[in-house]
Nanobody
Framework: QVQLVESGGGSVQAGGSLRLSCAVSGYTYSVRCMGWFRQAPGKERDWVGSIDINDRITYEADSVKGRFTISQDSNKNTLYLQMNSLTPDDTAMYYC??????????????????WGQGTQVTVSS
């Protein structure tokens, strides 16, 4: 089992910044990739970005590229999402996810087996 707990969400005005954290515990040795997703009410869960744990290559969705940055601390116990230049369109529940399998892109919801409970981000005009 792998447990994921998100934190760092909150309310911020447009143009502001937030850093989300995802604490990882359990059988973390098995994790191959991790990702961030977000979901607004009544909409589908969209991919935000991912990181390959082994080679540390990161990927970001076009909607956040240049504003959001994914990183991981040296002990691999925490995944971060640094969010800058936030807009109201970024308002959503943000979820952390992890997977142990190979052969997929780590960019789709179905690519991830483990999920956190989410942390709310609200951006006002």
């Amino acid at each position: 089992q792998v447990q994921l707990v998100e934190s760092g969400g909150g309310s911020v005005q447009a143009g502001g910044s937030l850093r989300l954290s995802c604490a990882v515990s359990g059988y973390t040795y098995s994790v191959r990739c991790m990702g961030w997703f977000r979901q607004a009410p009544g909409k589908e869960r969209d991919w935000v970005g991912s990181i390959d744990i082994n080679d540390r290559i990161t990927y970001e969705a076009d909607s956040v590229k240049g504003r959001f940055t994914i990183s991981q601390d040296s002990n691999k116990n925490t995944l971060y999402l640094q969010m800058n230049s936030l807009t109201p369109d970024d308002t959503a529940m943000y979820y952390c996810a992890a997977d142990y399998r190979y052969g997929h892109s780590c960019r789709r919801q179905q690519d991830f087996y483990y999920w956190g409970q989410g942390t709310q981000v609200t951006v006002s005009s």
